[in-house]
């Protein structure tokens, strides 16, 4: 972690006639290291000592084993029992999650859930100390990273996801961790960097393949905005695409293996997008006698817009969101949940049904549910967690959403110390297009929130910078004299004197 972790050396630090001497290898000294990073450490140990807290008393992750969480256990048990033996539904969703789990049980026991939820309050905490060394590095305010490492140690969101077996908690690790690298390859240029950046990529997109979206993006801002990223060349994207091309060369097999078809990583992508293009809030596949039985699904987030248009009617009132199926609010079909063929045929009828007035109708709401109409799941299922999650749901709207997204202008102003903000900015436009394509999640959005709340705490800052600056010319100008052609004090008493 260190690698990837320590900051800029400090000016203070560096000689000023290193130029014309070679420094020496100074002697590392632990306390000295630990005052210069407190932040860095102090940050984890904090995050640590709250997520085990409450992964191991207050939130076992043993306890809450249902719905997804289980379909994770259930595929990580059949791995164990028959590694060699195929099996279609394991390559339905991303296998980053239930291999991660498996390997925690081969090591630590069958049923100690306590270890992987001591590895997930690891991965959280490392999440919100990269998180504050990113900011570190991209922000051009000293409070900014302080502020997002603090919010980060009781950030909620994170905190209740990582009390479940779930993909966003490995996935934000992963995301943030190739954040940090492609912004120390920005100051250094170092080819280690550029290994890590495609490595952390590689391991996202196995737990959530949709880590491609921000590596296409970063790829591209590269290309446009160069000469202000001089650290990264050319060499450093063919040395990250390594790790990446490997990663996803394992996906690939997996799901070949598996299904004997070719793919990505997972063959719910097309299932995905049947939701964001026909706006309906179940599939669900029926016997087909060949081995494939009853299975369905219905994501929390279009499930909840459906019950507030049902209560909405019912009190007859207006649901300012509706879903509008362009088919049926359920889709049915015999034979796998993720056939492929079935689904882009349904994506076919839809479109056509609705029109491009329609379908951006579908993109406009799936991207306002990113912060709008849902309660994460699955606190939204349990009365006792669904109060703190509806509460930093609606402090995540109102404070950050709107700063945040009008920090996507970093993406192009073209001045260089912003260029680094820059890159958040596009992970931020990456998780838009991803919601407006399929559809938006208060769940899915949690991964990328420290992301976003370091693009609302410098878009606060610039505004507050802007506001007293503008305030502090305006006094100067209330003290000039009227009637002064030079604005000097000076001048006027030299004119007055003279006139006298």
Known sequence: MPSILALTPSPASISPDSASNPPRSPKWRPTQWLFEQRWLVGSFVAALVVR?????????????????????????????KAPWQPHEYSA????GTHWLLAGIKAVFG?????????????????????????????????????????????????????GYIL?????????????????????????????????????????????????????????????ALPGIRWGHLGRSAIPLALCLGLGSKHMH??????????????????FGRCHNS?????????????????????????????????????SPV??????????????????????????????????ILGQLRYTWTNVLLVWMYNVPWPDSGRSTWTGPAKWWTYQSRNWLAIPALLGLVFIVIPRKETAKLGLFGI????????????????????????????????VYATIGVFVVRWIVRWQEQRRQPTGSPTGSRGDTSAQSSSSS
């Open 52 to 80: 085990l807290h409450w992964n191991l008393h207050v939130h076992p992750l043993g306890d809450y084993i249902y719905s997804d969480m289980n379909g994770y256990v259930q595929r990580a048990d059949r791995l164990l």
């Open 92 to 95: 339905f969703f991303p296998f």
């Open 110 to 162: 069958h049923d100690n859930y306590a270890a992987f939820g001591v590895v997930y309050a690891l991965l959280g905490a490392a999440t919100v100390t990269m998180a504050y060394a990113s900011a570190k590095r991209a922000s051009r305010f000293a409070f900014v990273a302080p502020t997002v490492a603090v919010v980060g140690i009781f950030y909620y969101p994170m905190i209740s996801l990582g």
């Open 167 to 227: 993909s966003e908690t490995p996935f934000a690790f992963c995301l943030t961790a190739a954040l940090v690298c492609a912004l120390r390859l920005v100051d250094h240029g170092r080819p280690r960097d550029a290994w890590l950046m495609g490595l952390c990529a590689g391991l996202g997109a196995l737990f959530r393949p949709q880590m491609m979206l921000s590596v296409a993006g970063v790829g591209l801002y590269w290309l446009a905005r160069r000469r």
């Open 257 to 274: 293996f598996n299904t004997g078809r070719y793919g990505f990583i997972s063959e719910n992508g097309s299932f995905n997008l049947v």
């Open 282 to 318: 179940k599939i669900e596949s029926l016997p087909d006698g060949k081995g494939h039985g009853k299975v369905h699904f219905r994501p929390p987030p279009l499930l909840q817009v459906d019950n507030r248009e049902k209560r909405a009617i019912e009190a007859g009132t207006v």
């Open 322 to 355: 509706r879903l509008d199926p362009a088919l049926t609010d359920v889709l049915s079909y015999k034979g796998y949940i993720g056939d492929r063929h079935q689904h882009m045929d349904y994506i076919r009828q839809c479109m056509a049904k609705t029109g």
């Open 427 to 458: 992970n931020l436009l990456a998780l838009l297009i991803l919601a407006g394509l399929f559809f938006g999640d208060a769940r899915g959005r949690a991964p990328y929130d420290f992301i976003i709340l370091t693009l609302a705490l410098e």
